[in-house]
């Protein structure tokens, strides 16, 4: 079922998860284990990251380096059709641009859909890591409008070969990323909106947004959004803050700042332990909050803490 569907059909606000395709040589079982705690609360969706092959310095026995190409997280797709199978609930696969070519992204899409799989979440993706910036492929996409669009002629029996015009029709439901703080890339909020919109003109169905720690970005965004004429689902994207690391390193990762309340918090703890509690008590101040305003989905990006998630999310329901 599409996202947009389980959304106009809920009576109260929906939950979904985030998880990464478990490390290659982990085996699926470990993604299991990740998402059993967590499908008591009975998500209407479960997203599914993609993570594009990066080149790295192997050591050869002499002592020289060799560079090879490694995915450290295949299979997106086939986990998508796995957890669909096992836990019967919809999954929503991350397509980037990044690492395809048209006609990768034209297979791949044809793919999904012999595996029943309703929804794409569309993006860009971020540099490899041996780049500086974003480099899209040859003959690829160079932005989530791009391959939106391709997503979109799909849905309407558009090919890249002519000859198949009008022959089998795609029905993805799209998403796209939003930022209430700003794409880092971007030179302002303002025009980091109109890329957005460009996006749900162009046919997204709705927005799921970066991270954020502070509820009043996210209200503030979708006023922002409104007031640009973005009318689709705005999808709040949540996450815990579990080590005092965090507190440099989801910053510099995504562009985002943590609340001077939450950040003095954290410092004054004197263990993980005890970062721990005051995320998961943050998370679920937001959580409330965020359900209150009758946002449609609230979304947890459940990286490495399932069972933290799973007690916030307890207190909810
Ligand atoms: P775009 O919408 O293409 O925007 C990228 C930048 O270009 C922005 O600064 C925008 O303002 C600007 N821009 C857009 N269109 C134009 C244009 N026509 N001309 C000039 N500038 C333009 N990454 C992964 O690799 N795998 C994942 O699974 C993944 N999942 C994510 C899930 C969510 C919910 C979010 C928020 C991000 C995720 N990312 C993932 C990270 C994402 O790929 C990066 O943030 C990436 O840098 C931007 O992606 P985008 O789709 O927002 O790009």
């Given at each position: 079922m599409k996202v947009t569907d389980h959304i106009a059909q809920a009576k109260e606000t929906l939950m979904s998860f985030e998880v990464l395709p478990p490390l290659k040589g982990k085996g699926i079982e470990a993604l299991y284990t990740?998402?059993?705690?967590?499908?008591?609360?009975?998500?209407?969706?479960?997203?599914?990251?993609?993570?594009?092959?990066?080149h790295v310095f192997k050591k050869r026995v002499d002592g020289t380096f060799e560079k090879v190409i490694v995915r450290k997280r295949p299979g997106t797709e086939s986990i998508c059709a796995a957890i669909m199978n096992k836990y019967n609930v919809d999954t929503v696969p991350h397509l980037i641009c990044g690492g395809f070519n048209i006609n990768d992204t034209e297979d791949a899409l044809i793919n999904l859909r012999y595996l029943g799989i309703d929804n794409v979440l569309v993006l860009r993706g971020d540099a490899a890591k041996n780049e500086t910036a974003f480099e899209p492929e040859l003959g690829g996409h160079k932005y989530a409008s791009e391959l939106l669009k391709q997503v979109v002629d799909l849905n309407a029996g558009i090919y890249l070969d002519d000859e198949l015009k009008g022959t089998h029709k795609t029905e993805f439901c799209i998403g796209v990323a939003g930022y209430p703080e700003k794409h880092f890339e971007a030179p302002n909020l303002d025009t980091d909106l109109q890329y957005l919109k460009a996006k749900v003109?162009?046919?997204a169905d709705?927005?799921?947004?970066?991270?954020?720690?502070?509820?009043?970005k996210y209200f503030a965004f979708v006023d922002a959004c409104k007031a640009a004429?973005?009318?689709?689902?705005?999808?709040?994207?949540?996450?815990?803050?579990y080590t005092k690391k965090q507190l440099t390193i989801l910053p510099k990762t995504f562009s985002i700042e943590l609340p001077t309340d939450l950040s003095n918090e954290v410092l004054k703890c004197k263990s993980d332990e005890e970062v721990e509690k005051v995320g998961a008590a943050w998370l679920l101040q937001q959580s409330k909050e965020l359900k209150e305003y009758g946002v449609p989905v609230l979304h947890y990006y459940t990286l490495g803490r399932p069972v933290l998630i799973a007690d916030v999310v307890k207190q909810l329901v």
């Amino acid at each position: 079922m599409k996202v947009t569907d389980h959304i106009a059909q809920a009576k109260e606000t929906l939950m979904s998860f985030e998880v990464l395709p478990p490390l290659k040589g982990k085996g699926i079982e470990a993604l299991y284990t990740h998402l059993n705690p967590l499908m008591e609360f009975k998500p209407a969706f479960i997203n599914v990251t993609y993570h594009r092959s990066e080149h790295v310095f192997k050591k050869r026995v002499d002592g020289t380096f060799e560079k090879v190409i490694v995915r450290k997280r295949p299979g997106t797709e086939s986990i998508c059709a796995a957890i669909m199978n096992k836990y019967n609930v919809d999954t929503v696969p991350h397509l980037i641009c990044g690492g395809f070519n048209i006609n990768d992204t034209e297979d791949a899409l044809i793919n999904l859909r012999y595996l029943g799989i309703d929804n794409v979440l569309v993006l860009r993706g971020d540099a490899a890591k041996n780049e500086t910036a974003f480099e899209p492929e040859l003959g690829g996409h160079k932005y989530a409008s791009e391959l939106l669009k391709q997503v979109v002629d799909l849905n309407a029996g558009i090919y890249l070969d002519d000859e198949l015009k009008g022959t089998h029709k795609t029905e993805f439901c799209i998403g796209v990323a939003g930022y209430p703080e700003k794409h880092f890339e971007a030179p302002n909020l303002d025009t980091d909106l109109q890329y957005l919109k460009a996006k749900v003109d162009a046919g997204a169905d709705y927005i799921i947004t970066q991270m954020f720690f502070d509820n009043k970005k996210y209200f503030a965004f979708v006023d922002a959004c409104k007031a640009a004429g973005i009318n689709v689902p705005i999808i709040p994207g949540l996450k815990p803050i579990y080590t005092k690391k965090q507190l440099t390193i989801l910053p510099k990762t995504f562009s985002i700042e943590l609340p001077t309340d939450l950040s003095n918090e954290v410092l004054k703890c004197k263990s993980d332990e005890e970062v721990e509690k005051v995320g998961a008590a943050w998370l679920l101040q937001q959580s409330k909050e965020l359900k209150e305003y009758g946002v449609p989905v609230l979304h947890y990006y459940t990286l490495g803490r399932p069972v933290l998630i799973a007690d916030v999310v307890k207190q909810l329901v």
